[in-house]
């Protein structure tokens, strides 16, 4: 199964705290982390629900 790489690159600072938590459920804490999930449905939803805050990169 494929890999996303989920770069967080804008704060969770005067976020909803839905998106801080989804944040958090990601496994980001800060700017610049960089963690790796399964290319799952359930974590594009994540995904796009802080879109603006990340971005993703596919890889095999």
């Given at each position: 199964m494929a890999k996303l790489n989920i770069k967080q690159?804008?704060?969770?600072?005067?976020?909803?705290?839905?998106?801080?938590?989804?944040?958090?459920?990601?496994?980001?804490?800060?700017?610049?982390?960089?963690?790796?999930?399964?290319d799952k449905p359930e974590i594009l939803g994540m995904i796009a629900k802080v879109v603006h805050l990340v971005e993703v990169e596919k890889t095999e």
């Open positions: 690159v804008r704060s969770g600072i005067g976020r909803s705290e839905k998106q801080k938590r989804t944040l958090k459920a990601l496994g980001l804490k800060r700017i610049r982390d960089v963690v790796e999930q399964e």
